[in-house]
């Protein structure tokens, strides 16, 4: 997977992120949306996961982002 110059990373495995960047989920079918979360905290060494998010509605817990997931820096 090839993210382009704006995102952190070139891989899933390689994503790169600090607290307070968004992690951006697309959407798995054509009725559903994207989902957006916010970095609240990053556990794995060098900035890679796992992390800890917080949803749009408030729920909170760690992420291991998937080959649909990139990270948006802030």
Do not use: C, N
Request: charged content about 25%; glycine content about 16%.
């Amino acid at each position: 997977m090839v993210f382009s110059s704006g995102f952190r990373g070139t891989s899933v495995g390689g994503m790169k992120a600090t607290a307070g960047d968004r992690l951006l989920a697309h959407a798995d079918g054509v009725e559903e949306k994207d989902r957006s979360s916010v970095i609240t905290e990053v556990r794995g060494s060098y900035g890679e996961p796992p992390r800890v998010a917080r949803s749009g509605d408030g729920r909170s817990g760690p992420v291991f982002p998937g080959p649909d997931a990139v990270d948006v820096p802030t």
